[in-house]
């Protein structure tokens, strides 16, 4: 039985100072909840130190990068290789960010051969999925969805999918602007994203944990975890403080 997955994303956020006091910050706070796995995702640039910092109290808190390419050298200018984060020791690789499509163009087909990568690399790669407004709208949010997943997972080996995360994010209800989703209708798509994984891998998509994220706050944060096919959480703004992320750990 997995651990619930709690972790955050902290986009182009914090300084190497912040960074380092959260995490120092937040490490004695996770002690007090070893029913959750946490992680935390910055900036590439805060990662060795970062890295050292976890080390040095041997504290479970995985750690991530936000982005990566698929390659492990070349001629790639500003883009950092899985052999390069591997040497920093991290845990999970964040795919596909709803951020990464709109503004830097990111295909699916990119996020699959990122993740085929991180796989290879043995890392966990966490690859997020999300419809937009007009997707969901139309009434086409499955379609949407599937085609996300199928693609993103495309040549996977049944016996590495374990190895995956997937994180849902409707795109509309993702940062200042979002529009907190009804807790039925993620209970609906990630019990769509269930069988999409089973019909892909049979039993083994059962246990591949689907993280769900946009807007978690301490609101709305233990209805989405009382779910049955959600097995964690993806936090954004409500998690950049250790204490606000204690505050929604309590009620989760
Ligand atoms: C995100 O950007 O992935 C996210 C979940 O952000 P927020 O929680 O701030 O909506």
Redesign the pocket.
């Known amino acids: 039985m997995n651990k619930f997955l709690l972790g955050t ?1 902290w ?1 182009m956020n914090k300084t190497l100072t912040e960074s380092i006091q959260y995490t120092n910050d937040l490490m004695p706070i996770i002690e007090k909840y070893p029913q959750f796995e946490f992680f935390i995702i910055p900036s590439y640039t805060h990662l060795w130190k970062i890295k050292e910092t976890i080390d040095a109290q041997k504290s479970p808190l995985k750690l991530g990068a936000q982005n990566m390419h698929q390659e492990d050298f070349g001629q790639f200018t500003g883009e950092i290789s899985p052999v390069m984060l591997k040497e920093i020791g991290l845990d999970v690789i964040e795919l596909g ?1 709803s951020e990464r499509r709109q503004y830097f163009n990111e295909t699916d087909e990119a996020v699959n051969q990122k993740a085929l990568a991180a796989l290879k690399h043995g890392f966990i790669p966490l690859i997020c999925i999300g419809e937009q407004l007009a997707d969901k709208n139309y009434g086409v949010s499955k379609e949407m969805l599937a085609k996300q997943l199928k693609i993103a997972l495309k040549d996977m080996p049944a016996n590495a999918i374990s190895n995956f995360w997937i994180a849902y ?1 409707p795109v509309w ?3 200042v602007n ?1 529009i907190p989703a009804e807790t039925s209708y993620v209970e609906e798509i990630h019990n769509f994203l269930r069988t999409v994984l089973i019909d892909l891998y049979g039993t083994i998509g059962q246990e591949i944990p689907l993280l769900f ?4 706050n301490k609101n709305n944060a233990s209805d989405y975890a009382r779910l049955e096919n959600v097995d964690g959480l ?5 998690a950049w403080e250790p204490d606000l992320f204690e505050e929604l750990m309590v009620l989760v």
């Open positions: 994303n986009k960010h994010e209800a993702i940062g979002g994220g946009g807007s978690v993806f936090i954004g703004r409500s």
